[in-house]
Nanobody
Framework: QVHLVESGGGLVQPGGSLRLSCLAS????????MAWYRQAPGTEREFVAV???????NYADSVKGRFTISTDNAKNTVYLQMNNLKVEDTGVYYC?????????WGQGTQVTVSS
C-alpha cells in the first residue's frame, strides 16, 4: 500500500531556502516516478519537478536552477531542495508517485514565501 507523507514546509523570506521531504511507504523508486507538484490559492495544481526511474530529473521552467529533486532509497524519501525562493513559489506542495499512470498523492505541505 502506497502512503506519502510530506514535511518541511513553512514560512520563509524571499531569497531563503527550504527542503521538503516526502516519506514514501510502499514505493520502489526503481518502478515509480516521483514528483513534486504545487498549488497556489485559486489556481490549478502544477508540476514542479520529477525524478524518473532512469535516474534523470526534469523541472518546470519557473524553478530550473533553483530547485533540486532527489531520492534516498535507504530512507524511502524524496526531497525537494528549494533555494532562492520567490513570493510566487508560495503554495501547497504535494508529493506524487506515478506507476504507469496510476497516481498516488500525499496530503501536502504549505510553503509561504513572504517578507
Amino acid at each position: 500500500q502506497v502512503h506519502l507523507v510530506e514535511s518541511g514546509g513553512g514560512l520563509v523570506q524571499p531569497g531563503g531556502s527550504l527542503r521538503l521531504s516526502c516519506l514514501a511507504s510502499g514505493v520502489d523508486f526503481g518502478v515509480y516516478h516521483m514528483a513534486w507538484y504545487r498549488q497556489a490559492p485559486g489556481t490549478e495544481r502544477e508540476f514542479v519537478a520529477v525524478a524518473i526511474t532512469t535516474g534523470s530529473t526534469n523541472y518546470a521552467d519557473s524553478v530550473k536552477g533553483r530547485f533540486t529533486i532527489s531520492t534516498d532509497n535507504a530512507k524511502n524519501t524524496v526531497y525537494l531542495q528549494m533555494n532562492n525562493l520567490k513570493v510566487e513559489d508560495t503554495g501547497v506542495y504535494y508529493c506524487n508517485a506515478d506507476l504507469s499512470g496510476l497516481d498516488f498523492w500525499g496530503q501536502g505541505t504549505q510553503v509561504t514565501v513572504s517578507s
